[in-house]
């Protein structure tokens, strides 16, 4: 009976059905990443402690009342400017990017906290001014955007970047910015493309140039784009078979574990994989999206409607950016491709969504 009533307590915040379909998208992650990385079993032990970490970072994030979000809302997105200042001066460069930070036991990547910081700080925001909100008060929350992906984009780190702002514009158009600004946003946008363009790195205008023709440059940076689209043209309908990919097993395929695992799993599973894969996803995010018209309270209604908005583009860039629709722009794909930071990052933001909907049900008792 003891253990019973433990045990209620301990789910008692978790949603199950969004559980048990993100631990299907997880158990992929593991399968795939055995493949992709060769049989390197510390690999992927490696990424089950992450998944471990990960879901303890879901559990206390469900468990954790809202109004302690809105709390933290504050000291976390200026921890996480601060840590973006300090990437800038004391970051370690690799690859000729600036991104990670030692902090002792550990490196971290403090791009990937920013994606969880600014949608918190502009939802919090937005609450605070729900009652008056005016242009000016849309213009502070731009600048609250602004500053963090400036600073990220200068890393440089363009996928991020691009992640980073969307969850802030997704809270932005959620708050009930009027079309017309949207429309002004957007046209200004395109009016500033061509500084935009100057501001690049040569690498990132290289990216944008071989999403037209990757074959001018098929032995350098269409490199990429070329073998993963080979990979998922050869998977066929049902695929090659698991183990059995050539391009990821005679080496073809770069970044087979982390930005085109997606290549890695299209190759040996096909397209019944594929549609099995996105239906997979698309129940994840058909219930936050239930969560979020569900949701009881502003804050939380901005805050996952982000959190699902974003999931849904960080999918569509990978993919696209796999398949060659998109440039590379180093995106990984949600809850299957390698990493630590991403994956404790997201996990977080699902468990902030079954936190959201725990105070729904104790709203509605």
Known sequence: ???QRLWQRFIAHLDPTLLASLGILLLISLVVLYSASDGNWYRVLTHMINILVACTALWIAANTPLHYLMRVA????????????????????ANGARRWLNVGVTTIQPAELMRIAVPLMMAWYFEKCQATLTLKNYCFAAVLLLLPVTLIARQPDLGTAIMVAASGLYVLFL???????????FVTFIASLPLVWSTLHDYQRHRIMMLIDPSQDALGRGYHTIQSTIAIGSGGIFGKGYLNGTQTHLDFLPERTTDFIFAVYSEEFGLIGNLVLLSLYLFVISR?????????????????????????TYIFVNIGMVSGILPVVGVPLPLISYGGTSMVILLLCFGILMGIHSN????QT
């Open 1 to 3: 009976m003891i253990r």
């Open 74 to 93: 504050v000291p976390i997105y200026l921890l996480g400017l601060a840590l973006l200042i300090a990437v800038a001066f004391f970051g370690e460069i």
């Open 175 to 185: 708050a009930g910015i009027s079309w017309r600004i949207m429309l002004a946003i």
């Open 288 to 312: 936050s999206f239930i969560i979020t018209t569900h949701a009881s309270t502003y804050f939380t209604r901005l805050m996952a409607g982000s959190i699902t908005l974003t999931f849904c």
């Open 360 to 363: 729904k049900r104790i709203v």
